[in-house]
């Protein structure tokens, strides 16, 4: 199992052990974290899973696909550089300790 810390926007930690392989975004639901929707169930159809991953993490999640970039277009929250799709970051045991920061909205 990895430990991934979930931080909301008012700076609450979630520490939550996930498989790897599981997806940010099915981590997050699985654990009952509010914050994160994934309203379409990971295909990358919406941006209801969008997070941000700190620059320092960049090493340790893939680069961010073409896919994430048009469906963060319609994200309700600021995107920025360190936005991504939670459903395309699949946890590793890289991953450990890594904090992702959640958006204070999703719609």
């Known amino acids: 199992m990895t430990r991934i810390v979930f931080r909301t926007s008012e700076g609450k930690d979630h520490p939550v052990e996930v498989e790897p392989g599981t997806s ?3 981590a997050a ?3 009952g974290l509010e914050g994160i929707v994934g309203e379409c169930g990971g295909s990358a159809m919406c941006a209801t899973c969008h997070v941000y991953i700190a620059e320092e993490d960049d090493s340790r999640v893939p680069p961010r696909a073409a896919i994430e970039d048009d469906m963060l277009e319609s994200a309700a929250d600021e995107v920025t550089e ?3 799709l939670g459903c395309q970051i699949l946890v590793t045991s890289a991953m450990e300790g890594m904090i992702v920061q959640m958006p204070a909205c999703q719609y």
Do not use: A, D, K, W
Request: a positive charge.
């Open 82 to 84: 360190r936005s991504r």
């Open 29 to 31: 639901i699985s654990n």
């Open 24 to 26: 940010l975004m099915l």
